[in-house]
C-alpha cells in the first residue's frame, strides 16, 4: 500500500509503502521523490522520526538529483533524443486530442501501431524470463487521467493529466522506465540472436540466454553464466545500435570465460574485432 504524506512542519514529501520489511528503509529517486518502506506495524511517528534523522542525506540527495537534470531515461518535453540509432523528438500532447493506444496487459505504459521500418516496435508473443502475459492486447482510447507515450512515424508523444500541477514524478519515471522496457525487449531479442550467430560463426558454443532489461546506474550488462540469464541495461536504447551490440557481444563472452582475463579479451577480438574502438566512442558517447 502506497501513501503521498508530508512531515507536519511541511518541509518533506515521500512516499510510505507498507510492506513487509524487517527494517525501515529510505530512498531518494533519480526523479527525486523520496521514499520509504515500513512494515505496517510501525507507527507513524516512528517513521517521521526517522524520516527526521536522514534530513542531511536527503538535501543531499535532491541536490545530486537537482544537478544531473532528472532521470536520463525521461527526456524532457520538445527534444529530440536517439532512441535504438534513429532520431525521435518528444512532444507533448495537446489537451483533448483524439488518441488510440495499444494496450500491454500489467503494463503502465502504452504504445502505439508503428510502421515496420520504425525500430521502436512489440511483439505480441510470450518470451522466455518475463513475467506475465503480453499475448493479449487490445486498442482502447486514452482519458485524461492517463500516464502514457506513444509512438507517431518519428514523434515520441507523451500524454500526462489534464492538469500539469498534480504531475506525479514517480508515475512519470515508471511510465517511461515501463516505455523503454517493453520497446527495447524486441529489439534485445533480435540482437541476442544476431550475436549468438556471430559466435558460432566464430567457432565458440553458447547457450540461447534469458534475456532481461532493467535500467541500472553502475552497469551497461550483466550476465550469469551458471543460470544462462544476460540483463541489457535500458540506457543502451538511447544511443546507436552498435554500443548495444558491443555490450551485448561482452555478456555473450562471459559464457565462455567468466572473468576479464586474456582469454575473455581474444574471444571479444575473434567475434567482434573493433570492440576496443566501439567501446571508446561509447564512453564518451555517455559521458
Known amino acids: 500500500m502506497k501513501e503521498l504524506r508530508t512531515l507536519p512542519d511541511g518541509s518533506i514529501t515521500y512516499e510510505l509503502h507498507r510492506k513487509r520489511v524487517k527494517n525501515m528503509n529510505l530512498r531518494v529517486t533519480t526523479s527525486g521523490v523520496v521514499r520509504v518502506s515500513a512494515s505496517p506495524r510501525v507507527p507513524l511517528g516512528m517513521i517521521e522520526e526517522f524520516i527526521c534523522r536522514h534530513r542531511a542525506f536527503i538535501k543531499k540527495a535532491l541536490q545530486n538529483r537537482k544537478s544531473r537534470g532528472g532521470h536520463p531515461m525521461v527526456p524532457a518535453v520538445d527534444t529530440e533524443i536517439m532512441v535504438m540509432g534513429k532520431m525521435y523528438r518528444v512532444v507533448l500532447e495537446k489537451p483533448h486530442a483524439v488518441s488510440a493506444y495499444l494496450e500491454i496487459s500489467s503494463q503502465d505504459s502504452q504504445l502505439s501501431d508503428t510502421p515496420s521500418d520504425s525500430p521502436l516496435k512489440g511483439s505480441s508473443s510470450k518470451r522466455k524470463g518475463t ?126 570465460e567468466p572473468n576479464h582475463s586474456s582469454r575473455f579479451y581474444k574471444v571479444m577480438s575473434d567475434v567482434l574485432p573493433n570492440w576496443e574502438q566501439v567501446k571508446a566512442e561509447m564512453k564518451a558517447y555517455y559521458t
Open 131 to 256: 513475467q506475465g502475459s503480453r499475448s493479449q492486447r487490445k486498442l482502447s482510447r486514452g482519458n485524461a487521467s492517463t500516464y502514457a507515450v506513444t509512438v507517431v512515424d518519428d514523434i515520441l508523444l507523451v500524454r500526462y493529466p489534464s492538469n500539469h500541477e498534480t504531475l506525479d514524478a514517480s508515475k512519470v519515471e515508471r511510465m517511461w522506465l515501463s516505455f523503454w522496457k517493453t520497446i527495447g525487449q524486441d529489439f534485445m531479442e533480435t540482437l541476442a540472436q544476431q550475436v549468438y550467430s556471430e559466435f558460432q560463426q566464430a567457432g565458440y558454443t553458447v547457450p540461447t540466454p534469458t534475456l532481461r532489461l532493467r535500467y541500472m546506474t553502475s552497469r551497461w550488462g550483466s550476465c550469469m553464466p551458471v543460470k544462462e540469464i544476460i540483463t541489457m541495461n535500458t540506457r543502451l536504447l538511447l544511443g546507436p545500435t552498435e554500443f548495444a551490440h558491443y555490450v551485448m557481444v561482452h555478456e555473450f563472452a562471459h559464457f565462455i
